[in-house]
């Protein structure tokens, strides 16, 4: 008998077997099945996620008008996360009072959603509870203030910041 790595095609398919389950433990590992709303995701195998400190205008509530620049901060999150795999991180409390998952969402590529999503203007930095990242959030939501992005635009109603 001959040992397994003198025949190439066994080392081959060994190779790329390795190399497949590699790339599965790199890769972000829940599906973002739907966007509910700018700060709020359904995950597969989670369920409703609710992002850590990020405050989006209303599209949702079922007492409240839809706020203004919320349709934009809802059409954000979803260009941005819906149908993508995503990695979730965890902070002191991993659910809020209303049993909703809370966390920070990471795509693939390393974009820390929950920042992106202030820094471009379409939420707020919520600073109610403490959390990680509580300060440079606050940072992100001065520059896009400063820089008149989003929910601060220069434009009647608005303005759309660049993707």
């Not at 992100?140 to 220069?154: I, K, P, S, V, Y």
Request: aromatic share 10%; net charge positive.
């Amino acid at each position: 008998m001959r040992p397994l790595l003198r025949h190439p095609s066994a080392v081959r398919c060994g190779i790329a077997f390795l190399f497949s389950v590699l790339a599965a433990a790199a890769a972000p590992g829940q599906l973002v099945e739907r966007v509910v709303d700018g700060d709020t995701i359904i995950v597969e195998e989670v369920g409703r996620v609710r992002l850590i400190g990020v405050d989006t205008p209303e599209t949702v509530h079922p007492n409240r008008p839809v706020e203004f620049f919320g349709k934009e901060a809802s059409a954000f999150t979803k260009r941005l996360l819906e149908g993508k795999r995503v990695r979730l991180e965890y902070d002191q409390e991993r659910q809020d009072r209303y049993g909703r998952t809370l966390a920070y969402v990471y795509l693939a590529d390393g974009t820390f959603v929950n920042a992106e999503i202030i820094r471009r203007g379409y939420g707020h930095a919520y600073t109610r509870f403490p959390f990680r990242h509580m300060e440079a959030f606050r940072q992100f939501e001065r520059e896009a203030q400063d820089n008149r992005r989003g929910l601060w635009g220069a434009a009647v109603g608005g303005s759309s910041p660049p993707d």
